[in-house]
C-alpha cells in the first residue's frame, strides 16, 4: 500500500466496509461474510482523481456520454472526475449542475463531479449564481473552452467564489492575440503555412490571474499550463504564498508542435502543443510541483469531426485510458518521480484543490481505491477504448506499468472481478 498521504508506504492488508475505509493492518482477519481480494504483486493506491474532463453531455452524445467518460475513468485508473461545463446547454444553473450529477449517479462507474459555468452561458458577460450552484453540487467554476477575456468579471469571480471555499479555474488565453490559430506559433507552423496561437497569448492571461489572486486573495486554479513563461510565473507566484493550484497534461509534459506535421489533428488541442523547450519546462514543473495537479483534458470528439481539414477539425484529445500508464512508465519506472509523488499529483492534491472525498486511504474516507501493476506490459489501441471517441496522438506508444482495478464506493467498476467489498 502507498499512500502519500499519510506517508505510508508498506505491505498491509486493507478493510473496506459500507462504502469506506473500516482499517488497515498486517495480517488483518477478514470478518465473517467479507469478500476476499487477492492483489499480491499489485500496489493499493487512493484512487485516482481527474479535475479536467469533458463529458460532453447534455447534447453532444455522439462525443461522449456522461456514463461512457465515468466508465472510461475507471478503466484508466480514475475513480472520480471533475466534468467541465462547456456543453449544450451549459451547466449554468442548479438544474443542469443536478443532471450531471444524476447522470454520474447512474452510470456506476467514477464519481462524477460537476464544474459549473463562471459567467451565464459562458459569454463572459455576468457570474452565474455561483451559490446556487455550490448548492446543487458544484465543486468549482469555469468558463473552460472560453476564457475569461473581461478582467473584472474574473476578479469578481475570485471574491465571489471565497464565500464558498470553491476554486475558480481558468483557460488562460488572450483571444486578441490567438484568434483564429489553429497550432503553436512558430517555426512548425509557418512550414505547415497554419495560423499560430504565440505563447504570449497563454502568458498574459496567466500574468492577469495571478495579479487578481494576488489582489483578491482567491483561489486560482490554471489549467493545463503549456509555455515555460506561464511555469516561471507559477512558480513564483507560489513563492510569494498566492493561492495558486496548476495543472500539467500528459501530452504537453511528452510532445512539441512537431506532433503536428502531416496535419495530423489528432494532436490538434487548445492550447496547442509547443515547442521543446515548453515541454521540458512543463514536464519540471510537474515534477518539481510548481504544476501540482495532473489533469487529462479529456476532450473527445467523434471521428468525422477530426478528420476535417487541419483548419475545420476541432481541438482536443482523449486522456482518461492513457495517462496513468504513460506516467508509470515514462516517470516512474525511469526513476524520474517516485510512485509516492506521482500518487501526491495524480490523488491527493485533486482533492485538496476541488476539496473532494477521497485523496487518501485513512480510517473513513471513501472506499476508493485504484490497483496498480507496475509490472503489466501495455500498447495503446485507440479501437479499445471505452470511451466513444478515439482522438489521441498516442496510439501504439507502449510501457510498462497501469491500473488493473478500480474501486469506488468499495466496489469494483473496472478489473478483476466485479462485486461489492
Known sequence: MVDPSR????RLDLLLKDGRVAAEGEGLEAPDGAREMDVSGLVVVPGLIDVHVHLREPGQEHKETIASGARAAAAGGFTAVCAMPNTDPVIDSPATVGFVLAAGKAAGAARVYPVGALSVGQKGERLTEI??????????ITDDGQPVMDSGLMRRALEYAQTFDIPVADHAEDLGLSRGGAMNEGVVSARLGLAGKPNASEDVHIARDLL????????????????????????????????????????????????????????KMNPPLRTAEDRDAVLAGFLDGTLDTLATDHAP??????????????????????????????????????LATFLERASVQPARAFHLPGGTLEEGAPADVTLLDLDREWTVDPRAFV????????????????????????RTVWGLDDGAA
Open 7 to 10: 506517508s505510508v508506504d508498506a
Open 131 to 140: 451559490g446556487e450552484l455550490v448548492e446543487a453540487g458544484a465543486v468549482g
Open 212 to 267: 487578481l489572486a494576488e489582489l483578491t486573495g482567491g483561489h486560482i486554479h490554471l489549467q493545463h499550463v503549456s509555455t515555460r513563461r506561464g511555469v516561471e510565473m507559477i512558480r513564483e507566484a507560489k513563492a510569494r504564498g498566492l493561492r495558486v493550484t496548476a495543472e500539467a497534461t500528459p501530452h504537453h509534459m511528452f510532445l512539441t508542435d512537431e506532433a503536428v506535421e502531416g496535419y495530423d489533428t489528432n494532436a
Open 301 to 338: 470528439h467523434h471521428y468525422d469531426e477530426k478528420e476535417q481539414a487541419f483548419d475545420d477539425a476541432p481541438f482536443g484529445i482523449v486522456g482518461l485510458e492513457t495517462v496513468t500508464g504513460m506516467l508509470l512508465d515514462l516517470l516512474v519506472r525511469t526513476g524520474r518521480m517516485d
Open 387 to 410: 470511451s466513444l471517441s478515439r482522438n489521441t496522438p498516442f496510439g501504439g506508444w507502449t510501457g510498462t506499468g497501469r491500473a488493473v482495478a478500480t474501486l469506488v464506493g468499495g
